[in-house]
Each structure stands twice: as C-alpha cells, then as structure tokens.
C-alpha cells in the first residue's frame, strides 16, 4: 500500500490497538488520501466561488424585481 491518509475522526485505543471511529456528536469524520492543506484549499475555493454565485442570484433577482418581470 503505502500511501498517507488524512484522518479527522476520534481514536479508540483498546489493549494497545487503536482504531478510528466515527466521532460522538456531530463532528465531522474524513477519511482522504489529500492532505489537511489540500482539503482546505478546496473548501475555500467552494466557498468563495459559492459566494459570487449567491451575490450573482442576488444581483439578478434584483435586476428582474426592476425591470418587473418577476
């Protein structure tokens, strides 16, 4: 095998034996074989591209109230 993964989980560890799993409440659980900077260089490129298509909906709806279509 041979590959790194990223793991965001809680950890057991019972008679020296650890084991991932899924964490208590509701925080989150990632499994990735990208790394933690990878994994949020990509959240923060969704979010901001998520944010101009919000302010883009707006300005159009805006535009459409004005002009009286809707």
Known sequence: MGREVY???EVEGRAGNLQ?????GKHRFIISTK???QLQKEADTSSKAFL???IACGAIGLVLVIVGVI
Do not use: Q
């Not at 991932?20 to 208590?24: I, R």
């Open 7 to 9: 793991v965001l989980g």
């Open 20 to 24: 991932v799993k899924l964490p208590s």
């Open 52 to 54: 101009v298509g919000a």
């Open 35 to 37: 790394s933690e900077e």
